[in-house]
T-cell receptor, first 115, second 111 residues
Framework: DTGVSQDPRHKITKRGQNVTFRCDPISEHNRLYWYRQTLGQGPEFLTYFQNEAQLEKSRLLSDRFSAERPKGSFSTLEIQRTEQGDSAMYLC?????????????FGDGTRLSIL | EDQVTQSPEALRLQEGESSSLNCSYTVSGLRGLFWYRQDPGKGPEFLFTLYSAGEEKEKERLKATLTKKESFLHITAPKPEDSATYLCAVQAPGGSYIPTFGRGTSLIVHP
């Protein structure tokens, strides 16, 4: 078990640029989640995949955000035309299918700073 | 809408001074309640899952308990290395598997 891996760990970009983050889940986990976390807040749900299917998206996920999980393995989260308000920690988590109350295991996140 | 409230927001303890963190929730039924620990600049680290009122789980100096409306994370004789933010998340019944997180309690343990 190598844990959930996220890349890059930090990203600094200018407003208006596009950014893409990658998440590699725990290998046997078929559920993958993206969250956003700002200072002093808990993680806020963005979107969720089971295998390659994107099953749920939060109202927080504007049309500038898109996520993919080709072949049901790693996932990418892209933000287009970044805005100041996008500055946050973006967390990825994975879990096992089966019992619905399986805990999520998180990566260490990608910290995005918009200049 | 489901809500999760954690208190206090911040807690400072002396090493060895036991205390409890609270997580209260309003859901129409509970599928599971999760406790996580988060260190600065890191992702949340899973600690416990509780499923039903009366259940208790223990790990080292931590003990989590659950009632019908709240959960407590008891910290016995804490050490400086227990300093972290502790997050609570609840999973409601229905089609979604997505837990709702509270804002967390920031714990600092002074030597």
């Amino acid at each position: 078990d190598t844990g959930v891996s996220q890349d890059p760990r930090h990203k600094i970009t200018k407003r208006g640029q596009n950014v893409t983050f990658r998440c590699d889940p725990i290998s046997e986990h078929n559920r993958l989640y993206w969250y956003r976390q700002t200072l002093g807040q808990g993680p806020e749900f963005l979107t969720y995949f089971q295998n390659e299917a994107q099953l749920e998206k939060s109202r927080l996920l504007s049309d500038r955000f898109s996520a993919e999980r080709p072949k049901g393995s790693f996932s990418t989260l892209e933000i287009q035309r970044t805005e100041q308000g996008d500055s946050a920690m973006y967390l990825c988590a994975s879990s096992l299918a089966g019992a619905v109350n399986q805990p999520q295991h998180f990566g260490d996140g990608t910290r995005l700073s918009i200049l | 809408e489901d809500q999760v409230t954690q208190s206090p927001e911040a807690l400072r303890l002396q090493e060895g001074e036991s205390s409890s963190l609270n997580c209260s929730y309003t859901v129409s039924g509970l599928r599971g309640l999760f406790w996580y620990r988060q260190d600065p600049g890191k992702g949340p680290e899973f600690l416990f899952t509780l499923y039903s009122a009366g259940e208790e789980k223990e790990k080292e100096r931590l003990k989590a308990t659950l009632t019908k409306k709240e959960s407590f994370l008891h910290i016995t004789a804490p050490k400086p290395e227990d300093s972290a933010t502790y997050l609570c998340a609840v999973q409601a019944p229905g089609g979604s598997y997505i837990p709702t997180f509270g804002r967390g309690t920031s714990l600092i343990v002074h030597p």
